[in-house]
């Protein structure tokens, strides 16, 4: 009996699963172990680049307590002409936990997947309105937590 590897758009519509589910480590667990998560617009003390599932998992462990994400809603997957990366447009919304502000933001993923397994997730959001929705610079960089130690 073979097994399926899990693509990219696989692990990305799993990832989005989680995410809603608040299963934070699962969601990790689909990386590999030395897999990275990079921030290309992290503004300071925010990290830009995580690098390994240890890494990804601590700085997700709070996130329920940061952002309740209700709805994804308005993704679009798009196939590149190597098969294991997927370029992702999506919407999440939800409440901001500590002020009770609605959330709703576009994000732009770019998701690289070897073996069923994430490898590079590049995490393209604003962190301007990240910045208004959690309350505050300081909310944001409470939300970058131990990792924008790293």
Not at 129 to 146: H, M, P, Q, S, V
Request: aromatic fraction near 10%; charge should be negative; avoid cysteine.
């Amino acid at each position: 009996m073979t097994t399926q590897v899990r693509t990219a758009s696989d692990l990305f519509t799993e990832s989005l699963r989680l995410l809603l589910a608040k299963d934070m480590a699962g969601y990790a667990a689909l990386w590999a172990v030395d897999g990275v998560m990079v921030f290309p617009f992290a503004t300071a003390d925010y990290p830009a680049r995580l690098e390994g599932r240890a890494a990804i998992a601590a700085y997700l462990r709070g996130y329920p307590d940061l952002l309740d994400v209700q709805e994804i809603s308005e993704q679009v997957v798009h196939r590149t002409g190597d098969p294991d990366v997927v370029v992702a447009e999506f919407e999440a919304a939800g409440v901001a936990v500590a002020t009770g502000t609605p959330y709703r933001m576009r994000y732009v993923a770019v998701l690289t997947a070897r073996n069923g397994e994430i490898t590079s997730y590049r995490d393209y959001w604003s962190p301007l309105a990240a910045t208004e929705i959690l309350g505050g610079l300081d909310e944001l960089k409470a939300f970058a937590g131990e990792a924008s130690k790293a």
